[in-house]
């Protein structure tokens, strides 16, 4: 079979002779009609129609979701930093948020804001409080007492105290809630789909009903993994510049 | 012991024959002081009748605490675990409220200043010192003076001659981090971010308490010759009276529930304890305890005639108490006291050796006689 003629096959849905090809889109090309495991010519034919907008729907998803979470975390865990007893309520609230099942949110959400994005952000965030509040709470909990009597005791405020010294020396942990976060919500917006057609998760759901053909597939769960590994190192980078006392120590 | 024998002057009763107190040596730095603060460089602290009770709690933390401390005084706050020692000095600079009373620094009622402004003007120094681990040494020490929004060249030049005033070189210390320091660096480090901006008061809450032996002796030695050179009026508290002996002007030696029982100068304390819980507190070896404030130049020693240079030899500013124990240890046999020790620095620069004497046990006793009859009167003054 020619190249040629698998493209017409592949073009017309007339084509009922032969292999039942399915439609793979526009691209076609002797990979495709062999189906190989891996094509990296509709790769190349469908990066701009498919690939590229599903990525960058994908980081403006994770992005949105992990900076409004990281809002509200961070507002919170403030609070239950100066008054203790928001902690607990706050922890109890989130774990609930946090094990909600994730289609059973997104289907929670449809009856009060219809199926669409601002569903898949609520969701989103509220997965990430969690994560967030309790390491916030915890690195601003275990800066050392020392410290921070020191700090009061030369005059510092506690709005000084605040942004000079607890807040730094609560990075690390703050980071580490933000990676775990991040890549967290960049897994679950995968299957955000279901509400708002929007993400890596379009073109995943698309190649599961393909049938044999992996290639889409296997493009979009790796962006997906790629992404997830991307911002994560992304994050460890920011940490390293912004905490030069760690990276002091074995000097 | 120099130190020591240096202090012994300024405290003992000859102080008052001083000529005014020595110009503090940093007057080099008086360009950086202008304009820092209302107050005088080392200030006069005055505690009358301070009470202190937590809320819900039946007994006083600090019960009708009295006592002035003068400028430029070290004074140490000593007791027994619940003698409230700690909340006192906390007190002075409001990190814990009154319940009654009144504390006045130079003066003016600490009552009536904003907490903060209180504190940037009090040098603070707790004994895990509370080094900031994010910031580098400069950034540490530079914290108060930013507080003060001091200009950026005036902040970098104090910081330098601190480091100086510590013995650590600016050049390789002031970009570590407080992790890349030794425990003593650390500490120093501490009095230094606590000097930094010239505070007339220094509180400080067993600064040496985890430093080991060794170098808790030597760092004790530095801050008495720190503290020679920049007389500020200080607040020290720790629970080891041997620490409170050397390092006191004066002594507050404080009871359970925080009731003052003898505020006085360490010989006054060790010669007539006021009762039975200070002779108990300060030790039945008070008697030694007091040849420790004593250094053979105090002692009419025996000439050294027939004798000649018989037994160990030790330098004039050995203090009585350690050559006592050399004479124990040598079975009695007379010590060799000499002038112009080897490590000393003469006056005049002589490193010559010269028997002035002999210390035997007869030269003891003219000791301890005079010191009954003289120094009490001195120590009332």
Known sequence: MSPLAAGAAVSSPLAAAGPVIPNYRSASSSCVVHNHLFCTEWIAHNWSPILWPALRQHILLTAVAVALGFLIAAALALLAHRHRWIERPTIMLTTVLYTIPSLALFELLVAPVGANVLAAEIALVSYTLLILFRNIVIGLREVPAEVREAAEGMGMSRGQVLLRVELPLALPAIVAGLRIATVTIIALATIVYVVCNQGLGVPIHTALGEGPFKTELIAAGGLAILLALAADALLVGAQWLLTPWLRARGA | ?381
């Open chain 2, 1 to 381: 012991m120099a130190p020591r024998a240096a202090r012994g002057l300024l405290t003992g009763p000859l102080g008052l024959g001083l000529p005014g107190r020595d110009p503090p040596l940093n007057t080099a730095d008086t360009a950086h002081n202008e304009g820092l603060s209302a107050f005088p460089r080392a200030a006069e602290l005055q505690l009358r009748e301070v009470s202190k009770r937590y809320d819900g709690q039946r007994a006083h933390a600090i019960r009708e605490l009295t006592l002035t401390v003068p400028a430029g005084e070290v004074c140490v706050l000593v007791g027994p675990s619940g003698s409230g020692k700690t909340t006192a000095m906390r007190l002075i600079n409001r990190m814990i409220e009154l319940t009654a009373g009144d504390i006045l620094l130079d003066g003016r009622s600490v009552l009536t200043r904003d907490p903060g402004e209180l504190r940037r003007e009090i040098g603070y120094v707790i004994q895990q010192i509370g080094l900031f681990p994010h910031q580098t040494v400069t950034e540490n020490i530079a914290t108060v003076p930013r507080l003060l929004g001091w200009e950026r060249e005036r902040i970098a030049a104090r910081v330098r001659e601190l480091l100086e005033l510590v013995d650590l070189d600016p050049g390789e210390m002031g970009g570590r981090y407080p992790a890349q320091l030794s425990g003593g660096q650390r500490q120093r480090i501490g009095v230094a971010r606590a000097l930094a901006a010239d505070p007339p008061l220094m509180l400080m809450d067993e600064p040496f308490g985890a430093i080991d032996p060794i170098n808790r002796a030597r760092l004790q030695d530095e801050f008495l010759r720190l503290q020679s050179r920049v007389r500020k009026t200080v607040v020290f508290v720790t629970h080891d009276i041997d620490e409170a002996i050397k390092m006191g002007d004066r002594i507050a030696i404080l009871r359970e529930g925080g009731v003052l029982a003898q505020y006085d100068t360490p010989q006054e304390i060790l010669a007539h304890p006021a009762d039975d819980f200070v002779a108990r507190f300060v030790g039945t070896d008070r008697a030694l305890k007091r040849l420790g404030l004593s250094t053979l130049a105090d002692v009419e020693l025996v000439a050294p005639n027939g004798l000649g240079t018989a037994g160990e030899r030790v330098p004039l500013t050995m203090s009585v108490r350690d050559a006592l124990s050399l004479l124990i240890a040598g079975g009695g046999q007379p010590l060799t006291v000499l002038d112009g020790d080897r490590g000393g620095h003469g006056e005049d620069g002589a490193r010559s050796e010269r028997v002035v004497g002999l210390f035997t046990l007869e030269a003891l006793g003219g000791l301890l006689e005079h010191d009954a009859a003289g120094v009490p009167q001195a120590g009332q003054s």
